[in-house]
């Protein structure tokens, strides 16, 4: 075997960099030529600078990170691609355990429904602001990220204005459970194991969860500057189809929890391995005593799942569009579609068809 | 004589942070905070008002920081990172060196670079500091290994100290091995046979 390729990625330590983790560590990356060197990094934004100055190859991106720097809609934007999506669902909307208290009263589902925990949601707060209270807090990670668009979309569909009658800051993922505790928060989105912490510490319920909210949505994505996508094709299509190996032995559930042992561990996650275990085992405790058996709470594969598609990052840009971060333009669309478009992984992999583009559906959809 | 810019550094390590401060107020910019903690750092922001924002990469709170100057009504006036197209090997270089600054809209570039400039290099001067400190604390280790490997041998075989050495020294060379590898190798090997 030849030399080599070294190949920099940055991640974030969360349970979807597992691909990438994976790719590394079971040797998927090395059987195809490439030498896999993670890099952890401690901000979203760290990892947009180091991809948009060359430090990384390839970064664990959120999937709206693309487009806003494509698009122009951040600081160091250069045009990027999103050419296989890492992960599907995972995320979870946690609140405090007063917070629960008042919308189970007002009869919130106890099984993470978004529409009967999103209507117990908007009483809560109408009675909160009926009484004075300054307006309830949620944390996101990322302006550009799906939980800041999940946890809008869930809010407003429930009648709740996520500009006006709630305030939405942004915090780093490990410090959400904390912040929940110490009541500068009162609820948040965030991927996991950080809905966990909350819920196991006694401080936090999950209230409902991206699986419920937009079934099979893209969650992280392989981020790549245009730029590196174009001078290293070969690359590219090798370490794709090795993440694409690493994603379907992250989904085999008898790899579960060597998995969890490997994300656990001091150089990725650092944190102890029974906070993985529940979105890893698709088995999530939702509060105390209640836990919802979902297997593809977190979902990882290396089939026509990852192929990211253009119906996906246009959801992501219409919801820039409607919360004010972006001016739709035709123009913008077009580079939206060529951003998701599946035909680097499609290629890559030799997947001669891909399933037929399906329509965009949440939980609120009307039935096609 | 003063610059007339405020200059907010945010830095959680207190060392490199002064370092910083130091080399602004040398240059002449005499209203330099210096921020460690990160509780309540939106309001403090608010009341400092700074033209400039100075911040470490290995911050986890860059994310908040954007998110505020994007749609905050905390700060009075739009802060950007400081992107000077023209240049990108000064971006380079502050990402390089772990570094990035934020700038008060309007602010001239050319105000602004030496600043960023100074961070740079104190930055890169820091981490240098770092692993000089790094070396010799491996190396205070090292020779107290070594002083230990001596001991055991001159009271095993009953040699002088020179004679010792010597003998690690002649061991390391006869197996290619290093001075410190060998006497860790005995410290070990004691350790377990009980002295």
């Known amino acids: 075997m030849g030399q080599l390729t070294p190949v920099f990625a940055g991640f974030?330590?969360?349970?979807?960099?597992?691909?990438?983790?994976?790719?590394?560590?079971?040797?998927?990356?090395?059987?195809?030529?490439?030498?896999?060197?993670?890099?952890?990094?401690?901000?979203?934004?760290?990892?947009?600078?180091?991809?948009?100055?060359?430090?990384?190859?390839?970064?664990?991106?959120?999937?709206?990170?693309?487009?806003?720097?494509?698009?122009?809609?951040?600081?160091?934007?250069?045009?990027?691609?999103?050419?296989?999506?890492?992960?599907?669902?995972?995320?979870?909307?946690?609140?405090?355990?007063?917070?629960?208290?008042?919308?189970?009263?007002?009869?919130?589902?106890?099984?993470?429904?978004?529409?009967?925990?999103?209507?117990?949601?908007?009483?809560?707060?109408?009675?909160?602001?009926?009484?004075?209270?300054?307006?309830?807090r949620f944390g996101v990670v990322h302006p550009f990220s799906g939980h800041a668009y999940e946890l809008r979309y869930w809010l407003a569909a429930a009648g709740i204005d996520p500009d006006k009658d709630v305030e939405i800051t942004v915090l780093p993922p490990q410090l959400m459970a904390d912040a929940l505790a110490a009541g500068q928060l009162d609820g948040y989105c965030v991927g996991e194991p950080w809905n966990t912490a909350a819920v196991a510490a006694g401080t936090g319920r999950i209230v409902t969860y991206k699986q419920a909210i937009w079934p099979d949505s893209p969650e992280k994505v392989l981020g790549v500057t245009r730029k590196w996508a174009q001078s290293s094709p070969e690359t590219l299509a090798a370490l794709m189809r090795a993440m694409a190996r690493a994603a379907d032995w992250c989904a085999d559930p008898q790899n579960t929890e060597h998995l969890t042992g490997l994300l656990a561990g001091p150089d990725y996650l650092a944190c102890a391995p029974d906070l993985c275990r529940p979105a890893l085992g698709g088995n999530v405790h939702l509060g105390a005593t209640t836990s919802v058996a979902?297997?593809?709470?977190?979902?990882?594969?290396?089939?026509?799942?990852?192929?990211?598609?253009?119906?996906?990052?246009?959801?992501?840009?219409?919801?820039?569009?409607?919360?004010?971060?972006?001016?739709?333009?035709?123009?913008?669309?077009?580079?939206?579609?060529?951003?998701?478009?599946?035909?680097?992984?499609?290629?890559a992999l030799q997947i001669d068809v891909l399933p037929a583009e399906k329509s965009i559906r949440l939980f609120d959809s009307a039935p096609a | 004589m003063s610059s007339g810019i405020s200059i907010l550094v945010i830095d959680d390590n207190k060392i490199r942070a002064s370092i910083i401060e130091e080399g602004l107020r040398d240059a002449g910019h005499d209203e330099v905070i210096v921020v460690h903690q990160m509780d309540g750092l939106l309001r403090q922001i608010a009341d400092i008002d700074p033209d400039v924002i100075v911040i470490d990469l290995e911050n986890p709170n860059r994310d908040q920081l954007e998110h505020m100057f994007q749609v905050s009504r905390a700060a009075q006036r739009p802060i950007a990172m400081f992107v000077d197209r023209a240049d990108s090997h000064s971006i380079e270089a502050a990402v390089e060196a772990g570094v990035s600054a934020y700038v008060v809209d309007g602010l001239k570039r050319e105000?602004?670079?030496?600043?960023?400039?100074?961070?740079?290099?104190r930055f890169r001067a820091f981490s240098r500091l770092s692993k000089e400190l790094e070396d010799a604390r491996t190396e205070l280790a090292d020779r107290k290994t070594i002083d230990r490997a001596k001991g055991i041998l001159m009271k095993s075989k009953g040699l002088s100290e020179q004679e010792a050495y010597d003998l690690l020294r002649r061991t390391a060379m006869n197996q290619s091995r290093k001075i410190i590898d060998v006497a860790q190798s005995l410290v070990i090997a004691s350790g377990l046979l009980g002295d």
Do not use: C
Not at chain 1, 310 to 325: E, I, N, S
């Open chain 1, 12 to 136: 974030i330590p969360l349970l979807d960099s597992a691909v990438l983790v994976a790719a590394k560590e079971i040797g998927f990356a090395e059987e195809e030529g490439i030498a896999l060197k993670l890099v952890r990094e401690s901000s979203w934004a760290n990892i947009r600078d180091r991809v948009a100055v060359g430090h990384f190859d390839v970064a664990h991106m959120l999937a709206p990170m693309p487009i806003a720097a494509s698009l122009n809609l951040t600081s160091l934007a250069v045009p990027m691609l999103a050419p296989m999506i890492l992960g599907l669902g995972g995320n979870a909307i946690t609140v405090s355990a007063a917070l629960w208290q008042q919308m189970a009263e007002l009869g919130a589902d106890r099984n993470g429904d978004p529409s009967s925990t999103g209507l117990a949601l908007a009483k809560a707060v109408a009675r909160h602001g009926a009484n004075g209270g300054t307006p309830l």
């Open chain 1, 294 to 347: 979902r297997p593809d709470f977190l979902k990882f594969s290396g089939g026509p799942a990852a192929a990211p598609s253009p119906a996906h990052g246009k959801w992501f840009y219409d919801q820039m569009v409607r919360w004010g971060q972006a001016k739709f333009s035709a123009a913008g669309e077009a580079d939206v579609r060529t951003i998701f478009s599946p035909a680097l992984y499609r290629d």
């Open chain 2, 111 to 121: 105000r602004v670079k030496p600043i960023l400039d100074m961070a740079v290099s």
